[in-house]
């Protein structure tokens, strides 16, 4: 099976064109979605039709539970709260209906999804350090965890009790380790690359790669801020940050 995972679209309607368009060309078999495909950008309508049409599974972000009153809007910095208000006055009932449907963690015999981790997955906890890992190791039972939520790609590999972290874009999955995939952002990447990240995994081959695929940054960028967003939200697009 080849998966096409991807995450944190954050209503970014060039980003999520560009990646689908990606993966169209890689023999995907399931496409999967790590969740927020809401908040920040101004296409959410578009960026939740899409992802329910071409996603098999789709675990919440918390963007999309605060978008429709599931979560507490306390919990994010001011802009990100205004956007947040700014999409839950735009969803139809469709999209709320959908956001609202979907699960917080999905397993299979080849891989395990959640936005945030594995414990409190309502909580939305960010994987950042290897103690934080830890927690979501201990509760995964297939090889694999594949996480979005930091907006940051990267892999945490525990072999017997150790945990290490990698940036790594391409590798194989060893039966004797367990991983943990943050296959970083499509809509809105924090780590300095402005390219909408998405991932590929071949269960097959036990093969994982991080791609990434350049779109039209500046029009995105236009959108937020033409929309009456926080202008931050539309600039920070072009730094990647
Ligand atoms: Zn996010």
Redesign the pocket.
């Known amino acids: 099976m080849r998966y096409g995972i991807f995450?944190?679209v954050?209503a970014n309607w060039e980003a999520l064109q560009a990646v689908l368009s990606a993966l169209s060309k890689e023999n995907i078999d399931e496409y999967l979605c790590l969740g927020?495909l809401v908040?920040y950008g101004s296409n959410p309508g578009e960026c939740v039709e899409a992802v329910k049409e071409v996603s098999r599974i789709t675990v919440a972000?918390?963007?999309d539970w605060a978008s429709i009153g599931l979560f507490s809007t306390a919990y994010f910095n001011t802009q990100a709260a205004e956007a947040i208000i700014w999409t839950g006055q735009r969803l139809d009932e469709a999209s709320r209906e959908f956001l609202g449907s979907l699960e917080l963690t999905y397993a299979n015999d080849d891989l395990t999804l959640v936005h945030g981790s594995l414990n409190e997955p309502d909580m939305f906890n960010y994987v950042t350090d290897i103690w934080e890992a830890e927690w979501t190791f201990n509760l995964l039972h297939s090889g694999v965890c594949f996480i979005?939520?930091l907006?940051v790609p990267g892999v945490f590999v525990r072999h017997s009790d150790n945990i290490h972290y990698f940036s790594w874009d391409s590798f194989k999955l060893s039966p004797e380790k367990k991983y943990i995939v943050n296959v970083g952002?499509v809509g809105?990447p924090r780590d300095g690359n402005p390219e909408a990240a998405y991932c590929i995994y071949d269960s097959q081959a036990q093969q994982v790669e991080i791609k990434r695929v350049a779109y039209d940054v500046q029009a995105a960028r236009n959108k937020i801020i033409e929309a009456g967003l926080p202008r931050i939200l539309g600039e920070r697009l072009l730094k990647g940050r």
């Open positions: 995450s944190d954050h927020d908040g972000g918390n963007h979005g939520h907006h952002s809105q």
